[in-house]
């Protein structure tokens, strides 16, 4: 994160004589990104944190693409897929390349381990449960919507509470940077000077939320921290509890986010999907879109016109809310639009519109500047009808019939907040017209 923050106990001075209560020293870790001229934080630890008493390698975490020759829209209706494994172990690659890859997690175990992604930064967007994540900087809860910024090289473990009756079981997505860059909000959002929030920005300082206590865990014994590097997990070794650190401050940390707290910019015409992004990375950008108002002018088309972002390809996860707009569109769905090929309303979505006020939808949105390819787990889950649901009639009235018939479609009429009849009787109006899902 850009701005400054610490927790815990750190003395006055960095790199100065700090001592434990037993007289010892306190072993300081100045922890930090780009060869230290990127964003650093400095934390103390009980013990040093170099001391490791074994070391293996575990399994690889190579990813395969296939149908790299191929492009179309795709969709995956991942809602059933199995769980299994834990929340590092659990986690299946669905698309992916060189800049970011793309994975679900439904996890069916507890991490009996630590874990450490020593080769990219992790967005981790929690679509159901909730739980704690213990990190070397501290205590992040997280619940339904939450986004877990997790950036390179932090000890954690992930822990869900336990699902209540009637609960869905947890199940999250995660993007991680495979370029080596870092996941951070719009530099757009941010003051040159101060790395501020600026005032446009759709959320700001007091929606994230920092790691709290408890910190420290001051004990002895065999701890297992699992490393990704070199595309292999190496399982290492420790004598004490990795997450000794008593203090720490500085700008490079975890936090959450939830979606609830992202305040959508709306506008007279239908707005482009970059008013949505909410991070980025090198050659990657993740956007938000959540229920908003939409378009006021009185003859506005809500939904997206066709459109072909040329250098992009674009996948949207689908959460919760309506989603008329879309065929076969639920939640849990991933849809996948290639660079090359025009996308946009499906037919009879255009009309339908017409006159709607407001939208709920909820959707995570990746658009990436390389082509993104699907891996052989995400088949199981592919809908091959996907691109054939653009076909048929668009419009109610076809244009042959529309010049036959001398007929001209007038503008649909705005959305009135009362009828005369409702006005007259005291009936409270119609609630106003959600035209369901308004990005594609």
């Not at 990127?38 to 690889?60: C, E």
């Not at 149908?67 to 769980?83: F, I, N, Q, S, Y």
């Not at 008013?275 to 997206?304: K, M, W, Y």
């Not at 390819?373 to 042959?400: I, N, R």
């Amino acid at each position: 994160m850009p701005y400054y923050t610490k927790l815990g106990q750190i003395p006055k001075k960095r790199h100065v004589q700090f001592r434990r209560p037993d007289g010892a020293l306190y072993s300081e870790e100045v922890f930090g990104t780009e060869g230290f001229v990127g964003p650093t934080s400095t934390l103390y630890h009980i013990n040093p944190p170099t001391q490791v008493i074994g070391w293996k390698t575990l399994y690889s975490t190579k990813v395969e693409y296939i149908e790299t020759d191929v492009m179309r829209m795709r969709h995956l209706k991942t809602a059933v897929m199995p769980a299994k494994g834990d929340p590092i172990t659990g986690r299946v690659v669905v698309f992916g390349n060189s800049d970011v890859e793309m994975a679900m997690c439904v996890p069916a175990e507890k991490m009996d381990y630590f874990y450490k992604n020593a080769m990219g930064d992790e967005c981790i967007f929690i679509h159901f449960g909730s739980g704690t994540v213990h990190t070397m900087f501290g205590t992040l809860k997280f619940g339904p919507k939450d986004y877990v910024v997790i950036p390179k090289g932090i000890v954690y473990r992930m822990t869900f509470d336990k699902t209540k009756d009637g609960e869905q079981t947890p199940r999250f997505v995660v993007f991680e940077t495979a370029n080596g860059s870092h996941i951070g909000p719009p530099p757009r959002y941010m003051s040159k000077t101060t790395s501020q929030f600026l005032e446009h920005s759709p959320y700001c300082e007091r929606d994230l939320r920092m790691p709290e206590l408890p910190l420290t865990f001051d004990k002895k014994g065999e701890y297992e921290v699992r490393i990704k590097a070199r595309d292999l997990v190496h399982s290492y070794m420790y004598t004490y509890h990795p997450l000794d650190v008593v203090g720490w401050d500085g700008c490079y940390y975890p936090y959450c986010f939830n979606v609830d707290d992202f305040a959508p910019i709306v506008g007279k015409l239908h707005m482009p999907p970059p008013i949505h992004q909410t991070f980025e990375g090198h050659n990657f950008v993740i956007c938000s879109f959540c229920p908003r108002l939409l378009d006021f002018h009185p003859d506005a088309i809500p939904v997206p016109y066709n459109h072909s972002n040329l250098d992009s390809d674009e996948i949207l996860y689908y959460v919760e809310g309506n989603y008329k707009a879309r065929k076969g569109i639920e939640p849990g769905s991933i849809s996948v639009h290639p660079q090359g090929i025009p996308h946009g309303p499906h037919p009879g979505t255009v009309e339908k519109s017409l006159g709607a006020r407001e939208t709920s939808e909820l959707a995570v949105m990746c658009d990436t500047f390389r082509p993104m390819f699907p891996t052989k787990a995400a088949m199981a889950f592919d809908d091959l009808a996907y691109p054939q649901s653009w076909e048929g009639e668009h419009f109610p009235v076809s244009l042959d019939q529309h010049h036959a018939d001398g007929a001209h479609r007038k503008p649909a009429a705005p959305t009135k907040v009362k009828s005369k009849t409702a006005a007259k009787k005291g009936k409270p109006a119609k609630p106003a017209k959600d035209v369901g899902s308004t990005w594609q």
